[in-house]
């Protein structure tokens, strides 16, 4: 009997190689690292990413340059020599050393990490032409991706949420992009700095024309795209001028490196939030698991609702037939049931709802605002009880 053929196996896509403005290898050393550690690096966008080969697809680290705020070259410690390989990126809550292969490979880095954040190609590093012209092409795609997104400090917040973000946060930056308070198609920049321990806060207005955004100061001036109007802040003003963002570079996916079964290559993984890991299952000769223990609130029973307190048109007492097992009269103050009688001269007995205050000694006589109709039906038995009673209690 022959048997069914099997389909043919596709051979198991591949994932899409990262895109780079510049890449190549780096040796990184953070805050927290005791030596050099050698990765496989990209610039892209305002990010630089780490990986463990030039292989792999997903990123092990990255590293954010929207803090950037400079970069230095600095000789190893313990040595006063430095032979062109060692660079510091400093940001603003951190600072990175890298060490390179080449003094050209160095001025590379450093010359495409200032095109990203400066916007401009730097004229200051030892770099040849055709350097210059790959910088020069960067930074044209550079603008034109960020002209399709919004800067990350505009926030969509009021003027005085603005203000009082740039005062709480003062090291999340100082200036602040928010939408117009106009109700216009345009935005508005808040800064906030401090002369002489006090703080100035100043707005500007930028309007909406068209595809351009203008700046609405003394001399007017035009940006192609709102991170440009950002960036004319910043170096018009000698960096003084710092864009606000929070530190939120949390991930929110949990997720973890792992070797592929058939080409042995570090892929990214990602558990599925919809299938959650139930956890090892207990011996089957072990003890059951406990339940859930419940808590003190669980245990506690439900409380009475409270009685609606009578106001000045309710009638404070309400007849009933039968004689009252336990009188209950709030003794240490309040609302309760007292039989009528007992703190008043005249008037057919009954149980009323009434405000007793403290009582010490001899019974405080407790007054009741008014007689109801209804009870004559109260047997003459009742009345007699509860007048030995009040004897007694006297």
């Known amino acids: 009997m022959a048997s069914a053929l099997s389909p043919p196996r596709l051979p198991k896509p591949k994932g899409i190689q990262p895109s780079h403005y510049y890449e190549g290898f780096l040796e990184k050393?953070?805050?927290?690292?005791?030596?050099y550690r050698k990765f496989w690096a990209g610039l892209q966008g305002l990010s630089i990413y780490f990986y463990g080969s030039n292989r792999d697809f997903q990123h092990l680290e990255k590293l954010d340059l929207r803090t950037f705020v400079k970069l230095t070259d600095e000789a190893p410690w313990g040595s006063s020599r430095d032979p062109g390989i060692h660079f510091s990126l400093v940001l603003r809550d951190q600072e990175v050393k890298f060490k390179v292969e080449s003094l050209e490979s160095r001025e590379m880095w450093k010359?495409?990490?200032l095109t990203v954040v400066e916007l401009r190609v730097p004229s200051t590093l030892t770099l040849l032409p055709g350097h210059l012209y790959m910088m020069a092409e960067v930074l044209t795609k550079e603008e034109a991706r960020r002209s399709l997104e919004v800067p990350p400090c505009f926030l969509k917040v009021s003027r005085l949420e603005a203000?009082?973000?740039?005062?709480?946060?003062?090291?999340?930056?100082?200036?602040l992009l928010r939408p117009s308070g106009d109700g216009k198609d345009g935005v508005s920049v808040t800064t906030r700095q401090t002369l002489s321990g006090t703080p100035v806060v100043r707005h500007y207005k930028v309007k909406h024309e068209g595809a351009k955004y203008v700046i609405d100061v003394e001399d007017p001036f035009s940006c192609s795209s709102l991170d440009a109007v950002v960036n004319y802040f910043v170096s018009?003003?000698?960096k003084a001028l710092v864009p606000f963002l929070l530190d939120d570079d949390y991930e929110k996916v949990l997720g973890y490196v792992d070797a592929d079964k058939e080409n042995g290559e570090s892929?990214?993984?990602?558990?599925?939030?919809s299938d959650p890991d139930p956890g090892p299952a207990p011996p089957a000769d072990g003890p059951k698991s406990l339940p859930p223990a419940a808590s003190s609130q669980d245990k506690l029973p439900p409380l009475p609702p409270l009685p609606r307190l009578p106001s000045q048109d309710d009638n404070y007492v309400t007849p009933i037939g039968d004689d009252p097992a336990a009188d209950y009269v709030n003794q240490d103050g309040g609302w309760g049931w007292v039989p009528l009688g007992w703190g008043e001269a005249s008037g057919p007995p009954g149980l009323g709802w009434v405000?007793?205050?403290t009582q010490t000694g001899s019974q405080a006589p407790l007054?009741?605002?008014a007689n109801s109709p209804g009870l004559g039906d109260v047997t003459a038995e009742l009345a007699e009880?509860?007048?030995?009673?009040r004897a007694l209690e006297q």
């Open 367 to 369: 007054k009741l605002s």
């Open 29 to 35: 050393r953070g805050p927290g690292d005791q030596d």
């Open 163 to 175: 203000q009082l973000l740039l005062e709480r946060y003062p090291e999340c930056g100082n200036l």
């Open 236 to 238: 018009h003003t000698n």
């Open 267 to 273: 892929v990214w993984m990602a558990p599925s939030a």
């Open 355 to 357: 405000w007793g205050g």
């Open 385 to 389: 009880k509860l007048q030995k009673r």
């Open 111 to 113: 010359g495409f990490i």
